[in-house]
């Protein structure tokens, strides 16, 4: 009896501390990190330069060897080749936590030869590779228009943009090659947006082409992405 008294107050006692504890973590405010989706900065994916090639045909010929995961750097793609999205432990690309397998976000912005500083086409194709030996995989194509917002300041490092626009139109030809990719805010002359659901994905490129930066189509397109 003497033992069952006592246990009876240790059980009591450890009750006690337990809703003690419980007190004071629902009275003290959590300090945790905010997810990176809420503080998402802007990345280069595509370094400023007209076209990669004449079709996408020119970049990548699939029917050879050139849709394996080694080709994601050839030679022919504007600055290497595809951007890597990292986790935070190999983040090269900036300071901030960018999660593998999020959706992301993209804008592109282009210079202009028409006299009303709009209009100017372009076409692209999104393609990603996962990880190791992942094939070359195409996310999406489509085409593109440059509208009238200025470009003020380049989103990925604030520099001053001079002469460049936002593409304000883009439209999909393929909806149907991976999961969820849609476009917001198109035809607006405003700043389209292409939303990608990058799930299982490590690499992604933009493959421009039509977009020579004469006559009727944009030159120096930049790609911006993020995560969301």
Do not use: D, H, N
């Given at each position: 009896m003497k033992?069952?008294?006592?246990?009876?107050?240790?059980?009591?006692?450890?009750?006690?501390?337990?809703?003690?504890?419980?007190?004071?973590?629902?009275?003290?405010?959590?300090?945790?990190?905010p997810l990176d989706t809420y503080h998402s900065d802007w990345a280069l994916i595509r370094e400023t330069a007209d076209e990669d090639g004449a079709n996408f045909a020119a970049v990548y010929a699939l029917a050879t060897s050139e849709g394996n995961f080694a080709s994601k750097n050839s030679s022919s793609v504007v600055d290497g080749g595809a951007y890597r999205i990292r986790s935070y432990a190999g983040n090269t690309a900036g300071n901030e936590t960018q999660t593998v397998g999020a959706a992301w976000e993209f804008a592109i912005s282009a210079s202009t030869t028409d006299a009303d500083d709009d209009s100017e086409t372009f076409s692209f194709n999104i393609i990603g590779w996962s990880r190791n030996n992942g094939m070359l995989q195409v996310l999406a194509e489509g085409a593109g228009a440059i509208g009238t917002q200025d470009v003020v300041l380049y989103p990925n490092d604030g520099a001053a943009a001079t002469d460049i626009w936002w593409a304000d139109t883009i439209t999909l030809d393929e909806t149907t090659k991976w999961n969820t990719v849609s476009v917001l805010n198109s035809g607006d002359n405003e700043v389209a947006i292409l939303h990608v659901d990058m799930a299982g994905l490590e690499w992604v490129q933009f493959v421009i082409y039509d977009a020579n930066g004469s006559g009727a189509e944009a030159g120096d397109l930049t790609v911006f992405g993020r995560p969301y």
């Open positions: 033992y069952l008294k006592k246990g009876r107050v240790v059980v009591s006692v450890l009750i006690l501390f337990l809703m003690t504890v419980c007190a004071i973590l629902v009275l003290v405010p959590a300090k945790a990190e």
